[in-house]
């Protein structure tokens, strides 16, 4: 099979090998997890005296699904509600309540249920089902599939108080919205009934009518979910406001069934720099335009990342899309870049003297982002389409953009493996990819010299090593000199890692190829879910 990387299709005969692993099995792979092999020879001291990747591993659940977004206010005042669910799990859910009652409800601290997600109901594995206010919900415009916008797939017309926590039961029946009936809450610090959130609860809203959004940290790919609130949820406004949980430049993101999402594991795609052989930060990969443009958010110009994607699945893509999990952006501290992701248009590049066609991308509206793009917007590549996709085998040059709006440090990361960090201390400046079963390591790092060697782990089941440079435990090893000019790049494949791991892969420097000195940390770890993506099939249409 090819690679598969964070690649989500939605055809309902997605289900592949994996997916049909019996749950029995599935609990299995689980139960023997957690010991991750240190190898021979390796110290305390050495690169690897933490072996097992940070972070908490993944634990799927059967049936799991979580509240992923929701506001309970917006421009459109009181009513302007949404609440998001996804279904966090290799599998599909077919919604069927415990108790014989109508199907799940959406209930809100005043113990009243918005909405039920009626028995029978299927949520696709990693797809997102949409309860919206309809007396209010502003954002039934917002882009979805091919064709189809973020309107709700259930709906209600109840105000849900500001900072009142919110629960999902399995069961519509009120007498049975108990925590063992409970899949998922979210509530405020100021939520008194600890039914309707998890901790402590997100810090007490300032209940402005503003374009604002509470999204599950998207950061390694999956919503966040370590049943504590304040750690997992992410506010964000499309203006940068201090409304008291937090201040950040980002948008809401509501997605309904037909949003993209699904798998197929018959379908991938992959990333490269657009010109393989240019430095990472050099033209055509990257190109910085000092020219000022204040009124679109690029005082100090604008930072243009150009990258190809390639189909190496079997079937057509029609949407393609990417997620802004983390940048720095507004507000901003010193020496850290303001990035404002904005709307691009196709431009012309040369490769290898050869002039090709880069294409934009779209920051999707509404919301109104005038201030640019955040946390949590979405950016679409809008020269893919259901009558122009992109076809099994076939490559696309796309560009995203970034305003200035002060310099420093930068970072960008999407829901596709890219990873642009100029930040971390000892950074490179990276185009990894790892995907289901290999892992190219490529970047610019400092100092300009010996040898960066690459570990792989599967972080769901953390047995042993997927790829190890160090030491030869029965895996493959892969590393690369690195040049004068402080680039590197080194690929290595491994057995394809199971739909829904978590994989990370880890890039070491060494002075030589003995590898007898290892410096662990210099380079920024890729993480990343297995087949977790943003891509449309034909199929989707509904
Ligand atoms: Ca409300
Ligand atoms: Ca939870
Ligand atoms: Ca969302």
Known sequence: MNTVKHLKLAVSSRLAAYSRIPLSLWLRILLTLTVALLPNGFSASSAFANPVPDGPAVVIQAGSLVISEFRLRGPNGANDEFVEIYNDNVADHTVASVDGSSGYALVASDGVARFVIPNGTVIPAHRRYLGVNSVGYSLGAYPAGNGTTATGDATY???????????????????????????????????????YKEGTGYATLTPFSIDYSFYRDLIGGSPKDSDNNSADFLFVDTNGTSA???????????????????????????????????????????????????????????????????????????????RITDLTTFPSPGGVADLRPR?????????????????????????????????????????????????????????????????????LELDEPINYDTCTTGAQIAASTLTCDSFSAVGTGTPASGYAAMRVWNVTTSTVALIDSYINVGVPTAYAAIAANGSYSTTASFPRQAFGAVLQGRIYRAPSAAFGSWDGGSFPDVIVTCQEAKLYLPLIQR
């Open 157 to 195: 017309t109840t105000n849900i108080a500001d900072n009142a926590g919110i629960a999902l039961f399995r069961t519509s029946n009120a007498v049975n919205f108990t925590l063992a009936n409970r899949l998922d809450a979210v509530g405020s610090a100021g939520e008194a009934n600890t039914l």
């Open 244 to 322: 008291g949980a937090g201040q950040r430049l980002g948008a809401p993101g509501p997605e309904n069934l037909s949003s993209p999402s699904g798998e197929n594991l018959a379908a991938s795609l992959t990333v490269a720099l657009l010109d393989p052989s240019a430095q990472v930060m050099a033209t055509p990969n990257l190109v910085r335009d000092p020219t000022s443009d204040p009124a679109n958010n690029s005082t100090f110009g604008t930072v243009s990342i150009r990258r190809t994607f390639t189909n190496t699945g079997s079937q057509p893509i029609t949407r393609l899309r990417f």
């Open 343 to 411: 709307t691009s248009s196709a431009i012309s590049a040369t490769v290898g003297g050869i002039p090709v066609t880069v294409y934009g991308t779209t920051l999707e509206q509404p919301p109104s982002q005038p201030n640019g793009g955040g946390f949590n917007s979405s950016l679409s590549v809008n020269a893919v389409t259901l009558a122009a996709p992109l076809a099994p085998g076939a490559s696309i040059h796309v560009q995203f953009l970034l305003g200035l709006q002060q310099t420093g440090c930068e970072r």
